[in-house]
């Protein structure tokens, strides 16, 4: 890797990472945001604190989990380091780094997604108003993201950024589906009726997977075939095989490409996944325990991209960056 690139790999990768993180955080919001309608919306939320291991700081600040304040502290709280606010802020401050690699186009659209974000207010996130708000968050995610596809030269940094944005969505579709299934229903009595078919239908939505899933199963809708289809269905983008498959293949043309000796424990580690995603079908999965395999495939992207920063960041950046 040239002395340019190993200067600016980890802000390229997380660049791509933060960015993603806001799209996908919207995401959660808004679909957590359908749940919440229900008798258990406050449960509902604090399921997000859950969800993200982030009770003891909210509640260090916030005696209750209501609504209005768990979407606080993930949208405009700067001082979560969870929140959207917090990831575009990080983001922007990556792209500063990056500016003698990237196009002013890019930048631009970046700070003023940044600047429009900060000038927003508890008002903007009212729950009748939620939904427009994480719709502006997603756009702007995919506004940056088609500029930086359309603009970004295609040297070694371009497959730190597809390998940053692959890993980070893989994470937060596995989040996306524990929302649902481990924290949201609550009885098996619940399962297969309109209720949970509706969730299903909100979840694979917030995906923007709802078209591409009728594709598959033109009619009917469960547990199994949703779960199956965001884990396990290779050809829809946002599903964690695609990414797993997207990431493994970017960080072998990455090696062979530019000769790079470092990342071969994380290559293996990603192959490894590929093959547990491609051993599984969707009703095993439920059947199994589909809380269990998330975690699991949590356990493994958090250390490839651990090996990753091992080889090519150095630990020190990689923890700063977290």
Not at 10 to 17: E, G, K, P
Not at 19 to 47: C, H, K, M, P, Y
Not at 104 to 112: A, K, S, V
Not at 295 to 313: E, H, K, W, Y
Request: overall charge negative; charged content about 20%.
């Amino acid at each position: 890797m040239s002395n340019l690139l190993a200067r600016y790999a980890a802000s390229i990768f997380w660049l791509a990472r933060y960015v993603e993180r806001a799209e996908d955080l919207a995401r959660i919001l808004d679909v957590n945001e359908t749940f919440s309608r229900d008798s258990r919306g406050g449960q509902n939320w604090r399921s997000i604190l859950q969800l993200y291991a982030d009770d003891e700081r909210f509640f260090a600040a916030n005696p209750h989990a209501s609504a209005a304040e768990v979407i606080h502290f993930y949208t405009l709280d700067a001082g979560n380091p969870s929140s959207i606010v917090s990831s575009i802020r990080a983001a922007r401050e990556n792209a500063r780094t990056l500016r003698p690699l990237i196009s002013t186009e890019m930048w631009t659209q970046l700070n003023i997604f940044y600047n429009r974000l900060r000038a927003m207010t508890r008002e903007d996130l009212a729950e009748p108003r939620l939904a427009r708000f994480c719709s502006f968050i997603k756009e702007g995610c995919q506004t940056h993201t088609g500029i930086t596809e359309g603009t970004f030269y295609r040297d070694e940094g371009w497959y730190f950024y597809q390998l940053g944005r692959s890993l980070e969505r893989a994470d937060q579709t596995t989040r996306l589906l524990e929302v649902k299934y481990h924290l949201l229903l609550p009885s098996s009595q619940d399962v297969g009726s309109p209720f949970d078919v509706s969730q299903w239908n909100a979840v694979l939505r917030s995906a923007a997977g709802f078209h591409a899933f009728r594709r598959l199963h033109p009619s009917g809708m469960t547990a199994a075939n949703v779960a199956g289809f965001l884990l396990l269905h290779l050809p829809f983008p946002r599903s964690v095989h695609a990414c797993v498959h997207s990431a493994a293949q970017t960080l072998e043309e990455l090696r062979e490409g530019y000769a790079l000796t470092g990342g071969a424990d994380a290559l293996e580690q990603l192959h490894e996944l590929r093959a547990m995603l491609r051993g599984h079908t969707a009703a095993a999965v439920v059947q199994a325990g589909l809380h269990e395999l998330l975690d699991d495939v949590q356990a493994r992207l958090n250390a490839v991209s651990a090996g990753l920063a091992s080889d090519f960041f150095g630990l020190g950046h990689a923890a700063a960056a977290e």
